[in-house]
């Protein structure tokens, strides 16, 4: 069974762009969620979607968005692109919600210029 | 609020030698605790994970984690590191029971191995 996959691997934006981030799950998983990695905050939880609505969302401003489609491919957006916006984006998939391990993808490493 | 913490920011181990790298997390219920490694550059792969029951789990690549409700620990262990379990490693818990479904992740535990 194939893992989550993201795409793309990497990205270079400069300042004020947006950037959309692809994520597909483990064929089977409903639920997907995104996550920020930087070396000063760590892994940070973005958001969380299952059956193609926002469940949980963490502390990070409006500019960071995203959906989900009804195959559970999700997609992040980030609008107006700031320097500390520079991180590894993880996605993550998990069969239902509550009790389920999570399994990352690769990532996504989004440097902004 | 929340938290887990990984008092090691670094350890460096010799081949061949034991490690044990700590957890401890704040929470009023127990919660889902999991162990994730990350290579440089990669993802995070899963390498065990606690729900209930026995409270030593066994994991992949040799590792196995104690779980201790009374210390509210979740330590990793292994006998024997070998040189490519150099990596980053992170102890991650997730809220049991309730409507919550992100992983709340420590700092993580850099190991380097000795040759």
């Known amino acids: 069974k194939a893992g989550v996959t993201q795409t793309p691997r990497y990205l270079i934006k400069t300042r004020g762009q947006q950037v959309t981030l692809s994520c597909s799950p483990i064929?089977?998983?409903?639920?997907v969620s995104w996550y920020q990695q930087t070396p000063g905050q760590g892994l940070q939880f973005l958001f969380e979607?299952?059956?193609?609505?926002?469940?949980n969302k963490g502390n990070f401003p409006g500019r960071f968005s995203g959906r989900q489609f009804s195959n559970s491919r999700s997609e992040m957006n980030v609008s107006t692109l700031e320097l500390g916006d520079s991180a590894l984006y993880l996605c993550?998939?998990?069969?239902?919600?509550?009790?389920?391990?999570?399994?990352f993808g690769p990532g996504t490493r989004l440097l902004v210029l | 609020a929340q938290s887990v913490t990984q008092p090691d920011i670094h350890i460096t181990v010799s081949e061949g030698a034991s490690l044990e790298l700590r957890c401890n997390y704040s929470?009023?219920?127990?919660?889902?605790l999991f162990w994730y490694v990350q290579s440089p550059g990669q993802g995070l792969q899963l390498l065990l994970k606690?729900?209930?029951?026995?409270?030593l789990v066994q994991g992949i690549k040799g590792f196995e984690a104690e779980f201790k409700r009374s210390q509210s620990s979740f330590n990793l262990r292994k006998p024997s590191v070998h040189w490519s379990d150099a990596a980053e490693y992170f102890c991650?818990?997730?809220?049991?029971?309730?409507?919550?479904?992100?992983?709340?992740f420590g700092k993580g535990t850099k190991l380097s191995v000795k040759p």
């Open positions: 993550a998939s998990s069969r239902d919600r509550a009790r389920e391990t999570q399994y």
């Open positions: 064929s089977g998983h409903r639920s």
């Open positions: 979607y299952f059956s193609e609505t926002q469940r």
């Open positions: 929470y009023g219920a127990t919660p889902y």
């Open positions: 606690y729900f209930s029951g026995d409270t």
């Open positions: 991650a818990v997730l809220p049991a029971g309730g409507s919550q479904g992100n992983l709340i």
